[in-house]
Every structure is written in C-alpha cells, then in structure tokens.
C-alpha cells in the first residue's frame, strides 16, 4: 500500500462514502478526492490520477449496487483490495429554525427515500419527493441554497458540514441498513490474512442446463462458502446471456481457492479474477481451512503416487 495515497470517493464531501473512508486510519491520512460518480472514481484510477478509488458496492437492504458491480465485472481492470462495511443511519436534515410541520419536499437519493417509506408515510404523507445525485449533494444543495419547506434525508456529518439540523434521526424503515464499500486499484492483489473473500466473474461456454451447478460443484467439492452470487446479463449478447459475480471466502494465494479457479477456467468460457481482499469482520470461516488441509494431503498423496510410475 502506497504510503500517502491519492484516493478518489463517491462525493461530494459528507457521504456515507466518505464517512466509511475515514475509518480506514492508513487511507485517511492520504489525499482524499471526491468525484461526482462512481465510473469517474473508477476513471480517475484507471487512467493513473487516482491510487485507489472507494465506491460502495452492496446495501443490506436494496442489495447489489449493479452500477458499481457492472462496471469491475464488464468496463475496467481494476483489482478490489479491500471492503468496508458501514451502518447507515439516515437523518432528515434542514435548514435552521425549520420544524417539521414545514416540510414539503424532501430531497435525496431514491434508494434513500425508499428506505424511509415509513416514515415519510407517517410523518409527512403529502410530502412530494426530488432525487439528488447523492445524500450528501442532496444536503450540499440545500445548505448552499435553503429553500423554505424543503429537507434532506442525508448523513448526520452531512448536515453538520453544510450548516444544516437534523429534524429527525435513525429514521429508515430497517435499524440493520448497513452498505459495503470497495477500494479498488490496479495491477497488485492483496497479501492474505487469514479472512478474505476472492469475487470473480464466471462466462458460460453456452445458455445450457447444469452451467450453474457445475460452477457451484466447483465450490462445494472444495467446502468453499459463497457469501455472494450474481447473475448478471453479459451486455454482449441478446436475452438469456448471462454470467455469474462470485464471492468466496479465501485467497487466491490459499491452494485449494486456486484448484477451484483452475478448474473453473479450464471448464467454462472466461474467468475473471475481480480480486482477493481481506474480508470485513472479525471471525474467518474454519471450514476453508480444513479443507485447505485436506486438499494439501490429498495433494501429497497423489504426488507420492505419481513418484511410484515406473519410467523403463
């Protein structure tokens, strides 16, 4: 890891992006860019003028976040080198001496107001709703430009970057709405640490039965423990083309990950590798590791055979 590295973010400045960034203490440290979109952080970090770029990738709630998986699976060569998983908590945010009663139009991201359905049918019923590029922009906007009536559901450090109240907290529909976010960068893989994931993406050679179990067998075979599994139109053909985005959890450099990917890439039509990253959370899957074990002396045993052919 680069010791001061440029890192671009989905901003502007006061996203969940942003707040989940400034937890990791090594990239924090290092000059922090937000960028508009998420295919501009990747961009900038593919043309070289980022080190690492930071964009989130799942929600627990709204699940994949297909623009961002779509663009490491099909548009770039980028490697994730880590995740971080962050609890959301969304806020309606204001401009000072607003009250409640006030409100009407909220302003933010549609997977936002989506997520606080309930209470915006409960608390403000005829409330019309405006989309923002993000949560942060949505509070940005209003604080540059405060408008009688109108409020943002944005994070907390939104509203206090931007010179807003916050009305109401914690107000989503779901206490557990977590994201998981990505740094991804170019060329290098990350070191194994005992709890990773490697996410690939798996081309069919044709649309027939069994494609998926075949794959799957793959993992099962090896008690390798998919955490996630997509299928996603290849954008290269017409209807029912389709690949699969893969996480499991080891590392590449783990030997028997790597007999899975081997078989994999000999079976079917394409692999691509998207990385292998230290996993968010504190507890790694034992069951890989003993299948690790069992793989390495199934390996010795049949390397101890092969020493027995007799060459004449």
Known sequence: ??????????????????????????????????????????????????DLGFVPIENSIEGTVNFTQDALAFDYQLLIQREVVLDIVHCLVAPVGTALTDIKVVVSIPVATAQCHQFLRRELPDVELHAAHSTADAARSLGENPAPGVAAIAPRNAAALYGL???????????????????????????PTGHDRTALVVYQRADEPGSLISIL??????????????????????????????????????????????????????????????????????????????????DDWVEALRAQIYHG
């Not at 109401?168 to 070191?191: C, E, M, W, Y």
């Not at 499991?248 to 890439?265: F, K, N, Q, T, Y």
């Open 1 to 50: 890891m680069i010791k001061s590295p440029r890192v671009g973010y989905f901003g502007p400045a006061g996203t969940y992006t942003e707040q989940a960034l400034l937890t990791q203490r090594d990239l924090a440290d290092g000059q922090l860019v937000p960028f508009r979109t998420v295919p501009d952080v990747l961009d900038a970090v593919e043309a070289g003028e980022m």
């Open 165 to 191: 109240q916050v009305l109401a907290s914690g107000i989503a529909d779901n206490d557990a709405n977590q994201t998981r976010f990505v740094l991804v960068g170019k060329g290098h893989v990350a070191p």
């Open 217 to 298: 067998q793959e993992f099962a075979a090896r008690r390798i423990n998919l955490s996630n599994l997509l299928s996603r139109p290849t954008k290269r053909g017409g209807l029912g083309d389709y690949c699969f985005i893969l996480y499991a959890d080891g590392h590449v450099s783990d030997e028997i990950v790597a007999d899975a990917m081997r078989s994999l890439h000999a079976k079917h039509g394409a692999v691509k590798f998207l990385g292998s990253y230290p996993a968010a959370g504190e507890h790694a899957h034992s069951a890989r590791e003993h299948a690790d074990a069992r793989w390495r002396e199934a």
